[in-house]
């Protein structure tokens, strides 16, 4: 699977817009971006995911560069329930006797502070 | 819904000892998906299942048993606790490969000492 290179902690002040990037420069030309995110002692939540085009839903932005090498989550206006770890994954196929799963790899993630 | 949900949520092994973490969904979901996650590190995936009666290898599936014997349930077996085992593990379902969602349990915190 295509690998992704995240920063390890990223800060921000609360009610800011925070950018969170993200480098997968081998991805190849089927694999969808995910971003997930963890909040502390939970399981991961899924935040947003995209193809080619800029997304965006109730959560967040999600803008991804036109040769699609690296990507930026955005978060329009941080709170305090913003920090956590957030994931930027690349899901993969896993092959089984014909049928297909995907696997979503995660890596170590940004671990994002928001300051009151 | 209740979503997925895992018990126990915090258990203290011994080392030989053998338990079973349960996974439950009530989705209706066909896959799902057992990871692991140590400290400071992402999820590494130990055990997949595409639907009941069918289920395969991850990352990481020395140590460990799974069964799928119905579409809501997915545990995984321990059978010789040894300290490496010692994490955080997680269930997840999605309902086939077209979905971009997976759903996440709250998590089992096993020691193992």
């Known amino acids: 699977d295509a690998k992704t290179t995240q920063p390890n902690s990223m800060e921000s002040n609360e009610e800011e817009p925070v950018h969170l990037p993200c480098n997968h420069s081998?991805?190849?030309?089927?694999?969808?971006i995910h971003w997930y995110r963890q909040l502390p002692s939970q399981g991961p939540e899924y935040v947003i995911h995209?193809?080619?085009s800029n997304v965006n839903n109730r959560m967040a932005s999600l803008a991804i560069a036109e040769d699609r090498k690296s990507s930026t989550l955005i978060l329009h206006r941080a709170t305090l329930r913003d920090a956590a770890v957030y994931y930027c994954?690349?899901?993969?196929?896993?092959?089984?006797?014909?049928?297909?799963?995907?696997?979503?790899?995660f890596g170590k993630g940004t671990k994002l502070s928001v300051i009151p | 819904n209740a979503g997925v949900t895992q018990t126990p949520k915090f258990r203290i092994l011994k080392i030989g000892q053998s338990m079973t973490l349960q996974c439950t969904q009530d989705?209706?979901?066909?896959?799902m998906y057992w990871y692991r996650q140590d400290p400071g590190m992402g999820l590494k995936l130990i055990y997949y299942?595409?639907?009941?009666?069918?289920?395969d290898k991850g990352e990481v599936p020395n140590g460990y048993n799974v069964s799928r014997s119905t579409t809501e349930d997915f545990p995984l077996r321990l059978e010789l606790a040894a300290p490496s085992q010692t994490s955080v593990y997680f269930c997840?379902?999605?309902?086939?490969?077209?979905?971009?969602?997976?759903?996440f349990g709250p998590g089992t915190r096993l020691t193992v000492t």
């Open positions: 997840a379902s999605t309902m086939d490969a077209r979905s971009y969602e997976q759903y």
């Open positions: 081998t991805i190849s030309g089927t694999d969808y």
């Open positions: 995209g193809l080619t």
């Open positions: 994954i690349l899901r993969g196929a896993i092959a089984y006797s014909g049928a297909g799963s995907y696997q979503l790899t």
């Open positions: 989705m209706n979901h066909n896959y």
């Open positions: 299942s595409v639907g009941a009666g069918i289920t």
